[in-house]
């Protein structure tokens, strides 16, 4: 039985993707429960020839697909979805990769509780992966969370000290709760992510808190001047994505039963996230795409300060004041550096 598929978009990884490889080889879980989809996602390197040979190693355990035309993580990873068989799913990165012991103890901990996401920690990696801490544990213990209702699920989020950020590659999935829920990623933009995990959060009954770092993500140094490049073109990719959740949130009829919390993470992650990631960046924003963001916010959500949940949120308080200060071509500057003093204030952690 194939008890975790998991999903690795690829493009232009022939540097990283081995290690990563290696990385789900050692998996104590055994190779014989996995099913691992590769993406080639048009890499122009050696990328797919390195893909190819895992997939000779593994023949019945490994899918290569092979894409002519790039489509960006996105989309790979709705691509892939439509191969997996597995009763669980879990997706990583191609320069990432699991400490030995992960996904028999995620697959573990899901099954013991019969969650529907189970949660556990990542930690950065910078440099030489033969230096990094071997240690999984963190100072905190491990839960789990049932949620039965919407003011639960409020509760949950806005006091309960959710651990869960937009990624989705420091998660479990039951497949059947993805199939179910028909959840897809945002395709054509950088920040995919929150179109899948958005509704995945507001559908959940069981979630499981594996409170150990059993996840690497590797800080590639790239040169500065393509990491700009790439942050550049990515500036407002989080503002499209939370747009498309909105609406998907809208047609699933989310949006009049769970109001208040949606109304909390769109304000939040439409409008305050986009700017701290371009702010922390060094990326400035223009008066024009600075009052449509406004008028985004006070259409969708015309009575958004009326939210006590949101409101009532210290670490927010100076952020949701930008909202409605009106910004014109003779204060743009000076909207921007408050950005700025909030990045710093908070270390671009909000």
Not at 107 to 117: L, S
Not at 147 to 171: Q, T, V
Request: hydrophobic share 40%; net charge negative.
């Amino acid at each position: 039985m194939i008890k975790i598929s998991v999903i690795i978009p690829c493009y232009n990884v022939s540097l990283f993707i081995d290690r990563c490889m290696e990385s789900l080889e050692k998996q104590t879980i055994g190779m014989s429960s996995l099913e691992i989809i590769l993406i080639n996602d048009a890499s122009k390197d050696a990328t797919l020839g390195k893909l190819l040979l895992w997939e000779m190693k593994y023949p019945d355990n490994i899918c290569v697909i092979p894409l002519e035309k790039n489509v960006m993580q996105g989309a790979a990873r709705n691509i892939a979805l439509n191969y997996c068989h597995g009763e669980y799913i879990a997706y990583l990165d191609a320069d990432d990769w699991l400490v030995p012991s992960a996904l028999d103890k995620v697959y573990r901990a899901a099954k013991k509780n019969r969650a529907e996401i189970v949660n556990y920690l990542s930690k950065k990696v910078y440099g030489d992966p033969a230096n990094d801490d071997p240690s999984t544990r963190s100072g905190k213990k491990d839960r789990m969370i049932v949620i039965n209702s919407n003011e639960e699920r409020l509760h949950y989020f806005a006091h309960g000290d959710a651990p869960l950020l937009r990624g989705c590659w420091d998660k479990l999935f039951l497949r059947e709760f993805v199939m179910d829920l028909d959840l897809k990623f945002a395709e054509g933009v950088f920040d995919e992510e929150s179109l899948f995990t958005t509704p995945a959060y507001l559908h959940m009954t069981r979630l499981y808190e594996l409170n150990e770092y059993l996840h690497r993500y590797f800080q590639n140094s790239i040169s500065s001047t393509y990491n700009l490049m790439i942050d550049l073109k990515r500036r407002d990719d989080n503002a499209k994505t939370w747009l498309a959740t909105y609406e998907e949130l809208k047609r699933m009829g989310d949006l009049e039963e769970q109001h208040e919390l949606i109304e909390w993470f769109f304000v939040i992650n439409y409008y305050i996230r986009s700017f701290i990631f371009a702010e922390s960046r060094g990326i400035k924003y223009d008066v024009e795409t600075v009052n449509a963001m406004q008028e985004t916010v006070h259409q969708l959500f015309p009575d958004y300060r009326k939210n006590k949940t949101l409101m009532e949120m210290k670490l927010y308080k100076k952020a949701l004041g930008l909202v409605d200060l009106e910004v014109n071509e003779s204060n743009i500057d000076e909207y921007n550096e408050k950005w700025l003093e909030i990045c710093r204030e908070n270390q671009g952690g909000i």
